[in-house]
């Protein structure tokens, strides 16, 4: 009786530390998994292509920091990651960190932390190429301007560039283009680095242009849960690693290349 009784813990045991390993220690061996966020529909920084494969600079940046992590490509698991979704899919532990064009400021550091920067863009505007009468912010005043809910670009251009604009949010960028096109909208607000992958899609080609306008700074970080600073100190050195070995530059290159955008120089990294 003793006998069944101590075979029957062992094997409880057993099954109860498959199970963890299954559900992913976080140490990156075996079967473990990693849950990244990044955007499904952004061309150059985070796409899911209609193969099921994720390309972008930001797919990369965050293979690279998982590797140094100790997670290999196949154990990654993406998760998308809309504008207005990421404080919460990081605060209910749904992914592990995000890396989706995700500007570092004050208001989304009281409820996540950040690593990096480890881009800098700038907002810009993209409109279509025979437009004449944007040049500057203010002539956005009385123009149907488009962005995503939960950018900093909508609430910059509201509060600071051009509060008379006629501002509408849609979900993703992919709406504001085809309004765009369509002429239904004047211009589209975001990042420059964003509008430059947009702009270089094949079926857009010649359709857009870049206003050429920096409006704001806009360093990009990568998003964990507040309080991590363990996982921020190894994202850190995994991001200067990555700056050190050429591997930053390889990224921009085969991802924002295309698009003829010229990237600033790797920032420092200052979210320690």
Same mark, same amino acid.
């Given at each position: ?56 600079? $930001? ?20 998760? &998308? ?24 400021? $004050? ?15 700038? &907002? ?16 956005? %005043? ?93 994202? %850190? ?7 050190? $070995? ?8 085969? %991802?924002?290349?295309?698009? %003829? ?12």
């Amino acid at each position: 009786m003793q006998y069944r009784k101590t075979s029957a813990a062992l094997a409880a045991a057993l099954l109860l530390s498959l199970t963890a390993t299954a559900c992913g220690s976080g140490s990156g061996s075996g079967g473990d998994k990693i849950t990244i966020g990044i955007k499904f529909d952004q061309p150059g920084w985070g796409l899911k292509t209609p193969d099921g494969k994720y390309t972008g600079f $930001d797919v990369d940046v965050a293979t690279y920091v998982a590797k140094e992590l100790g997670y290999s490509a196949d154990q990654i698991e993406w998760k &998308q990651a809309p504008s207005a979704e990421r404080e919460n899919l990081i605060k209910n532990g749904d992914v592990k960190f995000i890396a989706a064009t995700y500007t570092i400021n $004050d208001k989304r550091k009281a409820v996540v932390d950040f690593a990096g920067p480890y881009f800098l863009a700038h &907002q810009d505007l993209l409109l279509r190429s025979g437009e004449t009468s944007i040049t500057k912010a203010e002539d956005l %005043n009385s123009k149907k301007l488009c962005s995503v809910v939960g950018s900093t670009s909508a609430q910059n251009v509201k509060e600071k560039l051009a509060p008379d604009a006629d501002l509408m949010e849609q979900g993703g960028y992919s709406e504001c283009l085809s309004g765009l096109e369509k002429s239904s909208l004047d211009a589209l607000t975001t990042d420059d680095s964003i509008l430059a992958g947009y702009a270089a899609q094949d079926q857009y080609k010649g359709k857009f242009k870049l206003a050429g306008l920096k409006l704001s700074d806009e360093p990009y970080g990568i998003g964990l849960k507040k309080g991590d600073a363990e996982l921020r100190g190894k994202i %850190n050195a995994a991001l200067e690693k990555m700056k050190s $070995d050429g591997s930053w530059d390889k990224f921009v290159e085969k %991802n924002l290349g295309p698009a %003829n955008y010229k990237a600033e120089p790797a920032p420092e990294i200052t979210e320690k």
